[in-house]
């Protein structure tokens, strides 16, 4: 069994490892790619993991959270564009975003009307805001609904093979 360190403020990464019960050996073993004493340096801060480095934690370790995490937190590009997702239950994704859905209903002729000339006027913009955030909930609904599903395949309690099937036989 790991020896569980007793630092305070453990990142995602030292944190994640742990809850798998690995050593930074035993990690590295499983990443195959990545060196223990490499693993040390990002978990203590001294180094800022590279996004392939998070590609194969992300899949080893059965936790595609870890992407979403690097993008939103650690990426420049991504701090700007890619906001955080928290993992959540499936029935508090799930109404989030019928409440967020059923806003932008209610708000769908308004944004006709602002939208038909091409222009946000100064007596438009306070409800343009407004969908602009309701949108920007509901695309977060649906990043935090894939990640969890992304993670019940990972994990195995979604069948990824009857998922696959599904899903390309709508296509």
């Given at each position: 069994?790991?020896?569980?360190?007793?630092?305070?403020?453990?990142?995602?990464?030292?944190?994640?490892?742990?809850?798998?019960?690995?050593?930074?050996?035993?990690?590295?073993?499983?990443?195959e790619?990545?060196?223990p004493?490499?693993?040390?340096?990002i978990?203590?801060?001294?180094?800022?993991?590279?996004?392939?480095e998070?590609?194969?934690?992300?899949?080893?370790?059965?936790?595609p959270?870890?992407c979403?995490?690097?993008c939103?937190?650690?990426?420049?590009?991504?701090?700007?564009?890619?906001?955080?997702?928290?993992?959540?239950?499936?029935?508090?994704?799930?109404?989030?975003?019928?409440?967020?859905?059923?806003?932008?209903?209610?708000?769908?002729?308004?944004?006709?009307?602002?939208?038909?000339?091409?222009?946000?006027?100064?007596?438009?913009?306070?409800?343009?805001?407004?969908?602009?955030?309701?949108?920007?909930?509901?695309?977060?609904?649906?990043?935090?609904?894939?990640?969890?599903?992304?993670?019940?395949?990972?994990?195995?309690?979604?069948?990824?093979?009857?998922?696959?099937?599904h899903?390309?036989?709508k296509?």
């Amino acid at each position: 069994m790991a020896r569980v360190s007793t630092k305070e403020n453990k990142n995602i990464y030292h944190k994640t490892r742990e809850s798998l019960q690995l050593t930074r050996e035993a990690a590295s073993d499983l990443l195959e790619c990545i060196a223990p004493e490499r693993i040390e340096k990002i978990e203590n801060e001294r180094s800022l993991p590279h996004p392939d480095e998070v590609l194969v934690m992300a899949e080893k370790y059965k936790q595609p959270s870890l992407c979403n995490y690097y993008c939103a937190n650690q990426c420049p590009i991504g701090q700007q564009y890619v906001p955080e997702v928290k993992i959540k239950d499936l029935s508090q994704i799930v109404l989030e975003m019928l409440a967020s859905l059923n806003s932008m209903s209610k708000q769908k002729e308004r944004l006709i009307e602002i939208t038909v000339d091409g222009k946000i006027t100064g007596d438009e913009l306070e409800d343009f805001i407004y969908i602009q955030e309701e949108l920007e909930r509901i695309s977060i609904a649906v990043e935090t609904l894939q990640l969890w599903s992304e993670r019940m395949l990972a994990t195995g309690a979604i069948d990824e093979e009857q998922y696959n099937a599904h899903k390309n036989s709508k296509v």
